[in-house]
């Protein structure tokens, strides 16, 4: 495969007669780490359901390695290789983690994600594998929620607001398991409201306003941005 790994051309996007993306460009490289930036209503959340096939794309190409993706079932899209953690986090709160975890198995041998992987990433899953996904705390829900998209063998990850909610010290635990998935090569697109957090290991940043990419470039680019980051994040 020649170019990027996922490439967002010209997409639009309605919420009813609302046009949220209007006409949103954007590429991810394999193994690398996008970061979506935005105020809230920006298009960043409906940018990641249009790429999983959760909202239909009105006008616009999607293309995941080397594949025409737009138009797909989200399942379809899964089984491609694009793991979602929703803002919701999606999990099933009246199963165990156990549960949740082995329904989002997918088999593949060699390097793939397995429990005993994910239980080495997350040893919290594993100590409370046995507990309902809806006795667990915000920041154990995230890991579980992070957890069960990885056991799907993605090369891509989509991650909706992370750390929302979550305590400091869960935060950088979070930033920690995000450093290390990026080191096994998953690319990873990321909408974030922590700068801080956003930028830490970003290769790339794309800052969206009112449905258009406003700024692209790198997190050093976007530190001088000054103008940019007052006028669409309102820093």
Not at 3 to 19: C, I, M, N, Q
Not at 73 to 93: D, L, M, N, Q
Request: proline share 4%.
């Amino acid at each position: 495969m020649t170019g990027p790994l996922l490439s967002l051309t010209e997409v639009h996007a309605h919420y009813g007669d609302s046009h949220i993306l209007q006409g949103i460009s954007l590429d991810v490289a394999a193994g690398s780490v996008t970061s979506l930036l935005g105020r809230n209503g920006a298009g960043k959340t409906t940018t990641l359901k249009a790429i999983m096939g959760i909202l239909p794309v009105r006008r616009g190409a999607i293309r995941f390695a080397g594949g025409d993706i737009a138009g797909k079932s989200p399942h379809r899209i899964a089984r491609a290789g694009i793991g979602y953690v929703p803002e919701t986090r999606g999990i099933f709160r009246s199963l165990s983690v156990l549960e949740n975890l082995t329904l989002a198995q997918r088999g593949q041998g060699g390097e793939g994600w397995t429990l005993a992987r994910v239980f080495e990433l997350f040893p919290r899953l594993e100590e409370r594998q046995k507990s309902g996904g809806g006795k667990l705390s915000g920041g154990e829900q995230q890991m579980l929620s992070i957890a069960r998209a990885l056991l799907t063998n993605p090369r891509l990850l989509l991650l909706d607001e992370p750390t929302e909610g979550l305590a400091p010290l869960i935060i950088r635990e979070i930033e920690g398991v995000l450093t290390r998935l990026k080191g096994t090569g998953l690319a990873i697109l990321l909408v974030e409201q922590r700068l801080e957090f956003a930028l830490s290991f970003a290769d790339a940043v794309v800052l969206l306003g009112k449905g258009h990419v406003r700024w692209r470039g790198t997190p050093a680019a976007f530190a001088d941005a000054e103008e940019m980051k007052h006028q669409w994040l309102g820093v």
